[in-house]
């Protein structure tokens, strides 16, 4: 989980105070759905907590984690620079 991601994702203003989150570990993605996703539930946010969770267990990888961090901003409406 603490593994750094070849390629990290910016989310754009969902940070404290409208700021950027960098999200560069599977570890680092399910902080920010936790701590400052926009959407308190939605299928998809479900979906990517299950992929992190997965990851820390072994049963995916941290490129899945990423993934499904995009498709949860999508859901969410968050703008993202990869």
């Known amino acids: ?21 960098v999200v560069d570990t599977t570890l680092g993605a399910s902080w920010a759905l936790i ?15 299950a992929v992190c969770a997965a990851v820390s267990n072994g049963k995916a990888k941290d490129e899945d984690a990423r993934q499904a961090l995009l498709a949860a901003a999508l859901e969410a409406g968050v703008k993202v620079k990869t």
Not at 1 to 20: C, Q
Not at 37 to 45: N, S
Request: hydrophobic share 40%.
């Open 35 to 49: 701590e400052d996703w926009p959407l308190e539930e939605g299928p998809v946010l479900d979906k990517a907590l």
């Open 1 to 21: 989980m603490r593994t750094l991601w070849k390629s990290p994702v910016t989310l754009i203003g969902i940070g404290e105070d409208g700021e950027d989150v």
